[in-house]
């Protein structure tokens, strides 16, 4: 009786057994049980994250946020989804109507279905295939599809302006993320997420903390978060790719959004925090959701910290800093990483953590040096613009057809 | 091994039926008075000018193609990090040498000005 879920999952497949159906009907009632379940807890996750947005948001900008409906505001999400329920649903016209209504349901299916792969406690988890990281990237990037079939079929300039820049985001910052979770991947020698997590006796953001920094930057991105927002930056583009959304399906964009956030905790915690260990939580699987959920919340707490602290980026400055300095970077350490691995085979556990992390350390060294010359460099073209030569002048691009 | 993928397959179908579902409440419950004015583009009031679907800048797709050339780079990585208590130091060493190259062809982009945005 040490594991609730265990027992009550044994009852049910005991009970199903009574009933005289075959094994492999029970193990395909059980299943979906299973998603049904999941699925609904990660929604009810989501509506709480409207609150813990807004409650979060409105902290950093100095304000109470939510408080009046119910104990410290938190029926204010149940609120919000009952007025999104009954708004109008605008279609824009000249929208492209199909690819139109199921840009929303991407996004949302998307995000919950990342959840299948993810194990929250030792015995629960949605599946345990041996492709798991790779599954991730793979469902990953179906959201980036949802966000062009936003864009295009609004029929908005705007849109259609919101959805090439998050494309282009998206797309240059999964090169330099992939290969980050590329690293835990070659430490735990398995892709499937279970193995990851249990590998973790010593927490791999230890054994590799350059390669949780750029998860961390890669996953801002891919959420279009600021600094990486341009895809919604409100003085330029008002909205980006949902501006011609109305009622529940901004909605579905919105709370796909603060899901997704989340599931980027969730997954920070799986790869680099050790996921749902903790003390005791071999034992007594269920504390291992507390850990799990107590690890995920706060990165996605980190994700809202850095969203609202730093101010937007351009559009260049963000394809320069994952394709000039994050890809060579992390490509560095990987290769760093695997050849270490290979020839500290055989030596106890925590020469091996210790080189690791010493290897972590140079690399970050060598980094700050590169970056401070760059930086000393960059303040001098500004304070005497004289001395420098333009290697790309900036053209203005004149033709009206064009947009950029 | 099956059962996985079982789960993995009923994750697919089900969860588009959330979203779906809370797409088909409103059209029972929210009002529905259309009307030109409305359904008009959004451009902060201005009436838009022109078509919206016409040639954009080709930078969008340098980037793409670069992109492309290493996501299959990662994909081919990943077996190659599972498979790696197998192999001997000759195949970390070959792997790597396989990054590297893709690292030359990320040189030659950045050398020809692929990378620049303006």
């Known amino acids: 009786m040490a594991d609730p879920v265990t027992f009550i999952a044994q009852w049910l497949r005991d009970y199903l057994t009574n009933l005289g159906l075959a094994s492999e009907w029970i193990s395909v009632i059980m299943a979906a049980l299973g998603v049904v379940v999941l699925a609904s807890a990660v929604l009810l996750v989501d509506i709480f994250l409207v609150w813990v947005e807004r409650k979060v948001v409105a902290r950093f900008q100095d304000r109470l946020g939510p408080n009046r409906l119910g ?52 015995t629960v988890a949605g599946s345990t295939i041996n492709v798991g990281a790779l599954y991730i990237v793979a469902v990953g990037a179906i959201g980036t599809l949802s966000i062009i079939m936003a864009g295009w079929a609004s029929h908005n300039k705007y849109a259609l302006l919101g959805a090439f820049r998050m494309v282009a985001q998206m797309i240059s910052y999964e090169v330099p993320m992939v290969i980050a979770i590329l690293i835990p991947v070659i ?73 997704h956030a989340m599931t980027f905790g969730g997954l920070f915690a799986t790869f ?7 003390w005791g939580a071999e034992t007594y699987p269920i504390l291992g959701i507390g850990y799990f959920f107590i690890k995920a919340m706060f990165m996605y707490w980190v994700i809202m910290w850095i969203k609202y602290s730093f101010p937007r980026v351009r559009i260049d400055q963000m394809l320069n800093f994952c394709w000039k300095f994050l890809t060579p970077l992390i490509l560095t350490v990987l290769s760093i990483t695997a050849i270490m691995d290979k020839l500290l085979t055989g030596v106890p556990y925590w020469i091996y953590v210790l080189a690791m992390l010493l290897m972590n350390l140079v690399v970050l060294y060598f980094v700050y ?14 304070a005497d613009p004289a001395k420098v030569r333009v290697n790309f002048p900036v053209k203005a691009s004149t033709t009206p057809t064009q947009v950029s | 091994m099956l059962n996985d993928w079982l789960f993995v397959g009923l994750m697919l179908v089900m969860a588009p039926i959330f979203p779906i579902a809370a797409l088909i409440i409103p059209r029972i419950l929210a009002p529905k008075k259309p009307n030109p004015l409305k359904s008009q583009t959004y451009e902060c009031g201005i009436e838009t000018v022109g078509d919206t679907w016409i040639q954009f800048k080709a930078q969008y797709y340098n980037f793409a193609l670069v992109f492309l050339v290493f996501d299959v780079e990662i994909v081919f990585l990943f077996p190659w990090a599972v498979a790696f208590n197998q192999l001997p130091l000759y195949g970390v060493i070959v792997g790597i040498l396989f990054i590297e190259v893709l690292v030359i062809g990320l040189i030659y982009a950045w050398r020809k000005g692929i990378l620049e945005w303006f």
């Open chain 1, 71 to 122: 104990p410290f505001g938190l029926f204010q999400p149940i609120a919000d989804v009952i007025k999104l329920l009954i708004k109008e649903d605008i279609t824009p016209q000249g929208a492209d109507k199909f690819v139109y209504n199921l840009a929303p349901i991407l996004a949302l299916a998307t995000v919950i279905m990342l959840w299948a792969v993810i194990p929250i406690s030792a």
């Open chain 1, 187 to 259: 430490l735990a020698k398995s892709m499937t997420l279970t193995d990851i997590v249990e590998s973790q006796s010593v927490w791999y953001i230890v054994l590799a903390p350059i390669a949780a920094i750029v998860f961390l930057i890669g996953a801002q991105a891919e959420l279009g978060r600021a600094p990486f927002d341009l895809s919604e930056a409100e003085s330029e583009i008002v909205a980006g790719f949902h501006i011609e959304y109305t009622g529940m399906k901004f909605g579905l964009f919105y709370a796909g959004e603060l899901l």
């Open chain 1, 272 to 278: 680099f925090l050790g996921g749902w260990r903790g």
């Open chain 1, 369 to 382: 040096r590169t970056v401070g010359s760059y930086a000393r460099k960059e303040r001098q073209k500004v």
